[in-house]
């Protein structure tokens, strides 16, 4: 079982930045797919971004497109999730995520999640 550890989220005001970062223990296959969910208050779970760990493609919910990047560092087990341009909509606790079967944004799919990180943005 891979182990997710997030870290880098903190108050931050609108328009600023801020970087997540996951760091994932155990092995971790090219055909596994890597991705940051977030949770507001009320609201369901919501897919992110996504990244597949093997070839590097990348994936936007079309709410974060061209403010978010997602992106890996194969060598370190690492994720991360460079967010520009925040917005009080983008407060969430955010959650790193794995999935062994592949791309998929339904976070019933994932295998494993890391135990959040607070984003706050102030208005």
């Known amino acids: 079982q891979v182990q997710l550890i997030e870290s880098g989220g903190g108050l931050v005001q609108a328009g600023g930045s801020l970087r997540l970062s996951c760091a994932a223990s155990?092995?971790?296959?090219?055909?596994?797919?890597m991705a940051w969910f977030r949770q507001a208050p009320g609201k369901e779970r919501e897919f992110v971004a996504g990244?597949?760990?093997?070839?590097?493609?990348?994936y936007y919910a079309d709410s974060v497109k061209g403010r978010f990047t997602i992106s890996r560092e194969s060598g370190a087990n690492m994720v991360y999730l460079q967010m520009n341009s925040l917005k009080a909509e983008d407060t969430a606790v955010y959650y790193c995520?794995?999935?062994?079967?592949?791309?998929?944004?339904?976070?019933?799919?994932?295998?494993?999640w890391g135990q959040g990180t607070q984003v706050t943005v102030s208005s």
């Open positions: 990244i597949r760990w093997g070839v590097g493609n990348t």
């Open positions: 995520a794995l999935d062994r079967g592949g791309y998929s944004t339904v976070y019933s799919s994932y295998d494993s």
């Open positions: 155990g092995r971790i296959y090219s055909s596994t797919f």
